[in-house]
């Protein structure tokens, strides 16, 4: 079975700009979580949908959004990007046990 | 607030050696906690994890030990390897819907090198 695949692998935005991140989730799984992770550092909760809604929302600001949709995959959302928001994004599924992540989108902001 | 303290934030270890990496966690509440390998340009894979309802679990090299009454767990990896070379991650958190675990919070990690 394919994991967690996540697009872009890379991206470089401009201050300012608008991105949005994808994610399918591993074929089963029906809870997606974005977590963010700065260099150096572990990763962060940003979001947690499950069944198409929103289920926990970690502290980061209203710039960021996302959603899931019907077959369970899900798109991360950042507008007006600051350049703190350079990390790599990670996308994770599971069903009933452990996260399982993806290999993440690595955002650059310039 | 950090919620879990890891430690250490590096560590060499000999080929064949065991490595130690501990956490300390505060919140009570937290019922899971799994460790999670990365290697560079990879995200997280897990490892192994645990529920505070048992003392110690094994697979294969890696063991968990957990204290519930310390607010302590390790991860033990016997006879280190040059390929376990990776940051390593403590994280836990509590149930969440459909039982899936949405909301880790992790460690800062220990990066992880074993010399041949």
């Known amino acids: 079975d394919a994991g967690v695949t996540q697009s872009p692998t890379h991206l470089i935005k401009t201050r300012g700009q608008h991105v949005t991140l994808r994610c399918s989730p591993i074929s089963g799984h029906k809870s997606v979580s974005w977590y963010q992770q700065v260099l150096g550092q572990g990763p962060q909760f940003i979001f947690q949908y499950y069944e198409k809604e929103e289920r926990g929302r970690g502290n980061f600001p209203d710039r960021f959004s996302a959603r899931q949709f019907p077959n369970y995959s899900s798109e991360l959302n950042v507008n007006a990007l600051l350049l703190g928001d350079s990390a790599l994004y990670l996308c994770?599924?599971?069903?009933?046990?452990?996260?399982?992540f993806g290999n993440g989108t690595r955002l650059t902001v310039t | 607030q950090q919620q879990v303290k890891q430690s250490p934030q590096s560590l060499i270890v000999q080929k064949g050696g065991i490595s130690i990496i501990n956490c300390a966690y505060e919140n009570t509440a937290f019922d899971y906690f799994p460790w999670y390998q990365q290697f560079p340009g990879k995200g997280p894979a897990l490892l192994i994890a645990?529920?505070?309802?048992?003392s110690e679990k094994k697979e294969g090299r890696f063991t968990i030990s957990f204290n519930k009454s310390a607010k302590q767990f390790s991860l033990h990896i016997m006879d280190s390897q040059p390929g376990d070379s990776a940051t390593y991650f403590c994280a836990a958190s509590m149930a969440g819907y459909g039982g899936s675990q949405g909301n880790l919070i992790f460690g800062k990690g220990t990066k992880l090198s074993v010399k041949p």
């Open positions: 645990i529920r505070p309802d048992v």
């Open positions: 994770a599924s599971s069903s009933g046990g452990g996260l399982h």
